[in-house]
């Protein structure tokens, strides 16, 4: 059979292009198409080449390079600052690259499809581990209700051309997730990178080097103003090396390496169908991905520190939100699938720091 052509919505982000490179990797190549050993075709754009919230540009795109699968993994992503400044912008921009992906698969006749999701669809307070059939049993995070509720809306969209038109489009619902490719701007990145960026520049302070703090900003973005007096202020020895965190600690959450969800998605998409369907139902079809573990912030804190090499003391602001109390997922359904992760925290951190450094 001929090798599959994929398309890879969202390459550059950090989930996309650790699709791409487990799509290229050797042991995991087209099991689908009957040639274990072929490389498969990878389809991208970028979005100056394409604007996914465009339906017509999306239909365009569909006709010409008619692809075989799709991995949607293109979304506007961002941490509880961005998500509770500006719900607007998260749920208009989700809600049409999915509607609009999903259905132009549908008109060019693609069969089989992934929908990448998250774990912040489970209600505020649901039961943990959160397991699939908690979904729409209770209220949302306040602080991300509008991404919540695109990324529903993106699993519905896939149960109801299943049900409707027969095809084979599947849903992930990965935790928390970090590793190479992050988002290490502060202003809108998630916990992980937000704390290595953190604590990287504490470091610094610590150490008085304040070019490389300049050098940092230069590389990764603003400094917001509250933490930049505070490095200078340790920089130029008027403080003890501190530095000051969002919330109370408390909060337990999970983490994946994400080239464990890249794995985990392949595996997905390339079940056959029988299994897939004996593991899940038309109407609650989507599948966690996860560790199982969680751990508190103020312990992932103190491990990113050890990590980086902080000594310093580590503070906690409780004026700031925290999000949901606890987040943590049942694994269960993809251990019954066979697909595990395999890449532990204090060496996917360490990972994640050599690729923030090497950025």
């Known amino acids: ?8 919505a969202g390459h550059r ?11 290229c990797n050797p042991p995991t190549r087209s099991p689908a198409a009957g040639n274990p050993g072929a490389a498969p075709e990878i ?5 100056a080449e394409l604007d996914l919230t465009n ?5 365009a795109f569909f006709a010409k390079e008619r692809p075989d699968q799709v991995y949607l993994a293109a979304a506007k992503v961002g941490g509880i600052h961005a998500n509770n400044s500006y719900p607007a912008e998260f749920i208009y921009q989700n809600l049409m690259i999915e509607a609009n992906i999903i259905h132009a698969a549908y008109t060019h006749g693609v069969q089989k499809l992934l929908f990448l999701g998250s ?35 993106g699993i519905k969209l896939c149960e109801s051309y299943n049900r409707q038109y027969g095809t084979d489009y599947r849903s992930v619902m990965p ?26 520049l504490a470091r610094l302070a610590a150490e008085h080097d304040w070019p490389a703090i ?7 973005g603003a400094i917001p103003e509250d933490l930049r007096r505070q490095l200078h202020d340790t920089c130029t020895g008027q403080l003890d090396p501190h530095l000051t965190l969002w919330g109370t600690g408390t909060p337990r959450r999970e983490f994946l390496y994400v080239d464990d969800m890249a794995a985990a998605s392949v595996h997905v998409m390339n079940l056959d169908p029988a299994t897939y369907a004996a593991h899940t139902q038309p109407m609650l079809s989507h599948i966690n991905v ?13 491990t990113i520190a050890s990590v980086i090499g902080y000594r310093g003391r580590i503070d906690f602001d409780a004026s700031k939100p925290d999000g949901t109390p606890r987040k943590l997922m049942d694994v269960s359904r993809l251990h019954a699938l066979g697909c595990r992760a395999t890449v532990g925290l204090a060496e996917g951190l360490a990972r994640a720091y050599a690729d923030f450094r090497a950025a």
């Open 290 to 302: 996860g560790t199982g573990e969680d751990i508190t912030i103020r312990e992932l804190a103190t």
């Open 43 to 47: 389809l991208t754009r970028s979005h």
């Open 175 to 200: 935790t928390n997730l970090y590793g190479p490719g992050d988002n290490y701007d502060l202003q809108n990145s998630h916990v992980i990178p937000a704390m290595i960026r953190k604590l990287h």
């Open 214 to 220: 300049e050098d940092d900003e230069a590389r990764h």
């Open 119 to 153: 774990s912040c669809i489970y209600p505020r307070l649901a039961p943990q581990p959160l397991a699939e059939d908690a979904l729409l049993t209770g209220t949302l995070e306040p602080t991300n209700e509008a991404y919540a509720i695109a990324k529903i809306a």
């Open 1 to 8: 059979m001929p090798e599959p052509r994929i398309y890879v």
């Open 13 to 23: 982000g950090m989930v996309g292009s650790a699709i791409v490179r487990q799509l």
């Open 55 to 59: 339906q017509s540009a999306v239909d």
